[in-house]
């Protein structure tokens, strides 16, 4: 079964930490993502990347950064965290344009 | 810009009824159109999809219907049951070269025995 895989499923970090958030897919999929999901906001892009090494923003990038050093991992960076990046993070990944995404669970970070 | 606009809920249904959620999007280009569903607790999961005019995607007894026309693809299943409590999404392909999806805000569900 394919799979996305997010190395927490709940974190606690306190103000002005560095962040890393781990997105590993076992597809062999191109194009990954990085969105933040907040209650009556819906789902806000952060990060993309259509192939290694290659990144574009989204709708959301400030106080985020993101690799892709290897094609099946994509990271993001909190690089000072801010209570305003409590959220719940959702890693996905697809083949290409019209197939769907696959999720992750889901990491469910809180800034304290 | 690209955009989905869904309805709004909380929508909430006994057992066996009928479910429709609308969706609309926005026409630019030649987007494929997806239905999300989010369990309680859970990520998200592809439900049905279609990438063209006229298509219809189905899974699960659910099924939306691509029409260019009304710029529409809302979501029906003939008889909801209690496990479809859950929040579904309107999600539109990028198109083109384009690689985002553009999600609708979400509809939360809540089927009632």
């Known amino acids: 079964d394919v799979k996305v895989t997010q190395s927490s499923r709940y974190l606690v970090k306190r103000t002005g930490e560095k962040v890393f958030l781990e997105c590993v897919q076992d597809m062999d999929h191109e194009n990954m993502f990085w969105y933040r999901q907040d209650p009556g906001l819906g789902l806000r892009l952060i990060y993309f990347?259509?192939?290694?090494?290659?990144?574009e923003k989204g709708d959301i990038p400030e106080g985020y950064s993101v690799s892709r050093e290897k094609k099946e991992r994509f990271s993001l960076i909190l690089e000072s965290a801010s209570t305003n990046q409590t959220s719940m993070y959702l890693c996905?990944?697809?083949?290409?344009?019209?197939?769907?995404?696959?999720f992750g669970s889901g990491t469910r970070l809180t800034v304290v | 810009g690209d955009s989905v606009t869904q309805m709004e809920g909380p929508v909430t249904l006994s057992e066996e009824a009928f479910l429709t959620i609308n969706c609309t999007y926005t026409?630019?280009?030649?987007?494929?159109l997806f239905w999300y569903v989010q369990y309680p607790g859970e990520g998200l999961q592809l439900l049905l999809k279609a990438t063209k005019a006229d298509d219809k995607g189905s899974n699960k007894g659910f099924e939306a219907t691509y029409r260019k026309e009304t710029t529409s693809f809302h979501l029906e299943k003939g008889s909801v049951q209690v496990s479809d409590s859950a929040v579904y999404f309107c999600?539109?392909?990028?198109?083109?070269?384009?690689?985002?999806?553009?999600f609708g805000k979400g509809t939360l569900l809540t089927v009632n025995p």
């Open positions: 996905a990944s697809r083949r290409g344009q019209t197939y769907g995404y696959t």
């Open positions: 026409a630019t280009g030649y987007p494929s």
């Open positions: 999600v539109r392909g990028g198109g083109g070269s384009n690689y985002k999806l553009t």
């Open positions: 990347s259509y192939d290694v090494k290659m990144k």
